[in-house]
C-alpha cells in the first residue's frame, strides 16, 4: 500500500501555543487528505476533509478558525491546532487518497499533549 | 442512521488460540468494508477489503466474512501470535464517507 508519514509522532505544548502537524504521502498524489481525531478507546472521528488547492471542509462542531488546515501541494497537507488548550490532547491521524471515491491510506498518527 | 457495531469490545486470548471478531452495520448505501488492525499509538493499516458480491476473503491467519443481507461480518485469526494484540476496527464505506466501528482490543498473552 502507499504510505503517508506525519511529523511530528508526538508533541507536548504548553496551553495557548499553537501547534502545526504535517501529513505526507510519500509514494503517491493525494488529492484528498483527510484529518480524523481518536480519543482513548473511541473511534476515528473525521475533522475534515482538504482538497488540493482548496478550502478544507469541516465535520459539524469542529471549529475551522481553530483547526487550521492548508493542503496547498499534492504531497502535503498541515493541520495547526491554535491557542491548544488541555481538552485539545488527543491522537491525531491523517489519511491521503487519490481522490474521494479512493482508498483512504492512514498515518501512523500524532499524539498531542497540551499541558 | 449509520452506524457500525463491533463485538466484542475487548478479548484476552492465549498464544496459539483462535478468535473471532464480530461487525454489525446499518451502513446504507454500502460501498464496501475493511478490516484495520491499529497497533497502540499508530495509524490504522488495512487487513481486508470486502464488497457487496464477497463472502469470504483471506489474508494470511486473518479471514474475513460478509453476509450483506443480515449487514455482518466477522474477522477470525488463526493461530494467534503475540503480535496480533492490537486493536481491530471494522470501517464500513457510504460513498464517499467512512464509518468506523469502536474497535475490539485484542491482547494475546503467553
Known amino acids: 500500500g502507499a504510505v503517508v508519514s506525519q511529523h511530528p509522532s508526538r508533541v507536548i505544548c504548553k496551553s495557548g501555543t499553537s501547534v502545526k502537524i504535517e501529513c505526507r504521502s510519500l509514494d503517491f498524489q493525494a488529492t484528498t487528505m483527510f484529518w480524523y481525531r481518536q480519543f482513548p478507546k473511541q473511534s476515528l472521528m473525521l475533522m475534515a476533509t482538504?482538497?488540493?488547492?482548496?478550502?478544507?471542509?469541516?465535520e459539524q462542531g469542529v471549529e475551522k478558525d481553530k483547526f487550521l488546515i492548508n493542503h496547498a501541494s499534492l504531497t502535503l497537507s498541515t493541520l495547526t491546532v491554535t491557542s491548544a488548550h488541555p481538552e485539545d490532547s488527543s491522537f491525531y491521524i491523517c489519511?491521503?487518497?487519490?481522490?474521494?471515491?479512493?482508498?483512504?491510506?492512514f498515518g501512523p498518527g500524532t499524539r498531542l499533549t497540551v499541558l | 442512521k449509520n452506524q457500525v457495531e463491533q463485538s466484542p469490545q475487548s478479548l484476552i486470548i492465549l498464544e496459539g488460540k483462535n478468535c473471532t471478531l464480530q461487525?454489525?452495520?446499518?451502513?446504507?448505501?454500502?460501498?464496501?468494508l475493511r478490516w484495520y488492525k491499529q497497533d497502540t499509538g499508530r495509524g490504522p493499516v488495512s487487513l481486508t477489503i470486502?464488497?457487496?458480491?464477497?463472502n469470504t476473503k483471506s489474508n494470511g491467519r486473518y479471514t474475513a466474512t460478509l453476509d450483506a443481507d443480515t449487514k455482518q461480518s466477522s474477522l477470525h485469526i488463526t493461530a494467534s501470535q503475540l503480535s496480533d494484540s492490537a486493536s481491530y476496527i471494522c470501517?464500513?464505506?457510504?460513498?464517499?464517507?467512512?464509518?468506523f466501528g469502536k474497535g475490539t482490543s485484542l491482547l494475546v498473552t503467553p
Open positions: 489519511s491521503a487518497s487519490a481522490g474521494l471515491a479512493y482508498e483512504q491510506f
Open positions: 470486502m464488497t457487496f458480491s464477497e
Open positions: 470501517v464500513v464505506r457510504r460513498e464517499y464517507a467512512l464509518n
Open positions: 461487525c454489525n452495520y446499518t451502513v446504507s448505501p454500502f460501498s464496501n
Open positions: 482538504s482538497n488540493e488547492g482548496s478550502k478544507a471542509t469541516y
